[in-house]
């Protein structure tokens, strides 16, 4: 079965340090991922996305992510946090299915960042 | 990218009732997905709405539930119907973001939060 999986419920770091959000795959064929991000009472905002290409690739807000094709993962990246930061982090995978492109969600985790 | 709005953005239900979301794309866009996202967990799309069809509906959601339409390419409601407390959610709308978008992204709107008492 396709599926997308977050690991992690919650990742704690202190601000100015770097942050890692995990997430793997499970598809076939060529995966296109995506990461969102949602902030209390709001809806969700898309972040970055890799399609083909290089395999790091860079989105808003500072974040970027790497593509690990043998490790199936994706996983969320950020040099230098920001109190900011904190919220809670979805990786999508898409899936072809029914007739349409559809993108299947992971279970989210929530980043805290500490002052 | 495109703008979506959502009305309304919070309401508070009595069981048994029914009520419509709506959502607004500021762009002609082909195809609308509906999400629901209940308390503390993930987005599961309920279906997907293409205009003039009938929308496509996943696992565990069917039309009788869920009502769907989508009278033209910037425009669709969602209805809950006979809503019980266990419909208390986040209803999102999302969409690629204009016609011939191929690269998947989604876009979404602020959401629907709705409590069934």
């Known amino acids: 079965a396709q599926s997308v999986a977050q690991p992690e419920d919650q990742v704690n770091v202190a601000e100015g340090n770097p942050l890692t959000v995990k997430c793997t795959y499970s598809v076939s064929g060529n995966p296109y991922l995506f990461w969102y991000v949602q902030y209390p009472n709001r809806g969700l905002q898309f972040l970055l996305k890799y399609i083909t290409g290089d395999n790091l690739v860079k989105g808003s807000y500072g974040f970027e992510a790497e593509f690990n094709k043998s490790q199936t993962s994706f996983h969320l990246k950020k040099p230098s946090a920001l109190v900011s930061d904190s919220a809670l982090y979805f990786c999508?995978?898409?899936?072809?299915?029914?007739?349409?492109?559809?993108?299947?969600f992971g279970a989210g985790t929530r980043l805290a960042v500490h002052p | 990218s495109a703008v979506i709005s959502q009305k309304p953005s919070r309401d508070i239900c009595q069981r048994g009732t029914s009520l419509t979301i709506q959502c607004q794309v500021d762009s002609q866009v082909t195809m609308m997905f509906w999400y629901r996202q209940q308390p503390g967990q993930s987005l599961t799309l309920i279906a997907t709405a293409n205009q003039g069809s009938e929308a496509t509906y996943e696992s565990g959601f069917v039309i009788d539930k869920f009502p769907i339409s989508r009278p033209n390419l910037t425009f669709s409601t969602l209805t809950v119907s006979n809503m019980s407390p266990e419909d208390s959610s986040i209803y999102l709308c999302?969409?690629?973001?204009?016609?011939?978008?191929?690269?998947?992204?989604?876009?979404f709107g602020e959401g629907s939060r709705l409590t069934v008492l």
């Open positions: 999508a995978v898409r899936v072809f299915s029914g007739g349409y492109n559809k993108l299947i």
């Open positions: 999302s969409t690629r973001g204009g016609q011939g978008s191929g690269t998947g992204e989604l876009f």
